[in-house]
């Protein structure tokens, strides 16, 4: 990728440049919001997303007063160079009504086009225990209990090991959904967030590294 300096940034005649904000883990959009040249190097100094309020016309920490801050993995600029990208990793949610994401609202969803993600299974499954349905396997599996969920995980593992053994891949997929699905249900009852397993693997890595290069 190409490294360049903030002359490249073309701010708009209001001195500002939308900065599009992804998280890391997830890569879902989660907000827009705008950068003048003071912020933009106030974000890329201090490693938080700081932007600059139209309405308030100040500079503004994200999360300063909610403790929802917003670490910055990563800023990008698109080809025309009036665009910003910023990937974060979040403290908390980053829209002020509590979602995890400001473009919580559906607007239009294409036929079959609508995207699997880890974190839409995970609400999915939290929305069965929060408000539960009649007739729902998982609902069924939240009202006995940690035990109960625990049995299946150790059952979906012993079911992957077997075909794993047999060598069948299809069947091996097939006992790994399971797995997953009911991993999922353990973390919902665990209250463990999909990222707090994403930041654990993230940590391994860089530890990884860090012995392979000898550090």
């Known amino acids: 990728m190409e490294t360049i300096d903030i002359s490249?940034?073309?701010?708009?005649?209001?001195?500002l440049v939308p900065c599009v904000?992804?998280?890391?883990?997830?890569?879902?959009?989660?907000m827009l919001a705008y950068m003048n040249e003071e912020s933009l190097r106030r974000t890329m100094e201090t490693g938080l997303?700081?932007?600059?309020?139209?309405?308030?016309?100040e500079l503004w920490t994200k999360g300063a007063t909610s403790g929802n801050l917003q670490h910055v993995v990563e800023l990008r600029l698109d080809c025309d160079g009036d665009a910003i990208v910023a990937e974060v990793k979040k403290d908390g949610p980053a829209?002020?009504?509590?979602?995890?994401?400001?473009?919580?609202?559906?607007?239009?969803?294409?036929k079959d086009?609508?995207?699997f993600s880890v974190e839409g299974l995970y609400e999915l499954i939290k929305g069965r225990k929060t408000e539960p349905k009649e007739g729902s396997y998982t609902t069924y599996l939240f009202n006995r209990g940690i035990d109960k969920i625990l049995k299946k995980v150790g059952e979906e593992c012993t079911e992957v090991i077997i075909e794993g053994k047999a060598g069948n891949k299809q069947a091996a997929i097939?006992?790994?959904?399971?797995l997953y699905y009911h991993a999922l249900v353990?973390?919902?009852e665990m209250d463990i967030l999909p990222?707090?397993?994403?930041?654990?693997?993230?940590?391994?890595h860089v530890l990884d590294k860090k012995i392979k290069q000898g550090g």
């Open 8 to 15: 490249a940034v073309k701010f708009d005649e209001k001195g």
């Open 21 to 30: 904000v992804q998280d890391y883990y997830s890569k879902e959009v989660v």
């Open 49 to 57: 997303t700081t932007f600059y309020s139209r309405s308030r016309q």
């Open 95 to 110: 829209c002020h009504t509590g979602n995890e994401s400001c473009f919580y609202r559906e607007l239009f969803v294409g």
């Open 113 to 115: 086009m609508k995207p």
């Open 174 to 178: 097939y006992e790994l959904a399971d």
């Open 186 to 188: 353990m973390m919902v």
């Open 195 to 204: 990222k707090d397993v994403f930041e654990e693997l993230a940590n391994r």
